[in-house]
């Protein structure tokens, strides 16, 4: 009993720092991983994931904070081995067949030891720091009061910074700040002037003021910036100016409204006052054609891009109405499609595509060449369910409209 309590004494002492360094290392870890998973109130956020490689801003590709995870667990492992390995002086107290002589290590050696791994962890925390969490911002529930959706189907950002929403099934628009705080709202089911029924999609024009689809009142309607009506147009049919199921809906650098007409499988083109200018496209599947386009969006160069939904693919159009090009074939792979609804064009000519049946977002440049993709299928922060729309501002920060999910994801800084 005199030697086992002499001898676990020795081996306490002797590993007091080592242990106490362990314990440390795992502070660091816990703290990572309570950080990361902690803040879930009204705006909770998480880390970027980005599903493959190609992330530029990745090492490869794996979260910088898993980087310090990782350093933390190797150090804890070395510094177990080391430490807790016999000493090459001799313990007489302790039975020589304990001891292996061959496999004795100097107490320099532990010693440096316990210096490389203080420095590890040192570096764990100054070079690869834990992710920031301010990254992602949630917002939005299911139900029907204020901040709450049922199917978000449409987004936009102002110039200033407002977000606004078309909450499908509620039959309104609804208004935030930048950060998801709930300001206002307007429009119930009815077909009357400032009625909605199905707002199917949002758009904003120079002046700020909002232009809603709806799909059921087969119209457009023309709204201020805080809800009142201007002015609509629209009603059910295939010949010019009239619409069936209308979705998408975008204004160009002129101040024309560009309207998916879903149903009749063409774009078409009018003023700000709802006065017919052009159609664009037919039903097919040939280049130029759609089968039910659900979203258009225009770059800063009044180029025209189309989510040829049922085609899985996105064309790409002159201001004039000239194909261009086009990409995309049904599938689950890079660059191909399932559904596509919504397309959105960054400042730099990037084209954006909500792969809506593939519950992801996809990054392409202005001709169609695949960079990146984000986002699975779940409902945590970063994943999707059948997220519908999109919007970008001029910083970069991408707000997503997460429809099935109920609730809107801004992804701030340019992550794609």
């Known amino acids: 009993m005199i030697f086992l309590h002499s001898y676990g004494d020795r081996i306490f002492k002797k590993n007091t720092i080592s242990i106490f360094l362990i314990y440390l290392k795992a502070a660091i870890i816990t703290s990572f991983f309570t950080e990361s998973s902690s803040s879930l109130s009204y705006a909770y956020a998480a880390n970027m994931a980005i599903e493959n490689k190609q992330n530029d801003n990745l090492l490869l590709g794996i979260d910088p904070g898993w980087w310090q995870v990782i350093i933390a667990v190797a150090s804890i492992l070395l510094t177990v081995i080391f430490y807790f390995h016999p000493s090459s002086d001799k313990d007489k107290s302790i039975p020589r067949d304990r001891i292996r002589e061959n496999k004795r290590i100097p107490k320099k050696s532990k010693i440096f030891i316990l210096i490389i791994s203080i420095i590890i962890i040192s570096v764990s925390i100054l070079v690869f720091p834990k992710p920031n969490n301010s990254n992602i911002v949630v917002f ?23 977000i606004y929403v078309a909450d499908w099934n509620n039959d309104r628009v609804q208004k935030f700040t930048a950060d998801g705080h709930f300001i206002t709202m307007w429009g119930h ?43 609509m147009w629209g009603h059910n049919g295939s010949m010019p100016g009239q619409v069936n199921s209308p979705e998408g809906i975008d204004v160009d650098s002129f101040g024309n409204v560009y309207v998916a007409d879903s149903g009749n499988s063409r774009i078409q083109k009018f003023t700000a006052d709802g006065q017919f200018i052009s159609l664009l496209g037919s ?16 770059d800063s160069f ?27 074939i049904l599938g689950k792979g890079t660059g191909q499609f399932n559904s596509p609804y919504g397309v959105i064009t960054d400042s730099n000519g990037n084209v954006y595509v ?56 801004i992804f701030k800084g340019q992550f794609l």
């Open 140 to 162: 939005g529930s299911s139900g029907k009061n204020p901040g709450q959706f049922d199917y978000p189907a449409g987004i936009v950002i102002d110039e200033t910074g407002y």
């Open 189 to 231: 089911n009815g077909s009357m002037p400032g009625q909605l029924n199905g707002p199917s999609d949002i758009a904003i024009d120079g002046s700020g003021n909002i232009y809603v689809t709806e799909l059921f009142n087969n119209r457009v309607q023309k709204f201020t910036a805080d809800g009142h009506f201007i002015t």
């Open 283 to 298: 039903y097919g599947s040939m280049p130029g054609q759609f089968n039910y386009p659900t979203d258009v969006t225009i």
């Open 302 to 328: 009044d180029n025209v891009y189309v989510a040829d939904t049922k085609n899985n693919r996105v064309q790409k159009f002159t201001a004039n109405g000239q194909y261009i090009t086009h990409w995309g």
């Open 354 to 409: 909500a792969d809506y049946g593939n519950s992801r977002i996809q990054k392409f440049d202005a001709n169609g060449q695949f960079q990146r993709s984000m986002g699975i299928e779940g409902i945590n922060p970063k994943e999707f369910y059948k997220a519908e729309d999109m919007s970008i501002d001029k910083s970069g920060n991408l707000y997503i409209a997460d429809s099935e999910n109920d609730r809107v994801q």
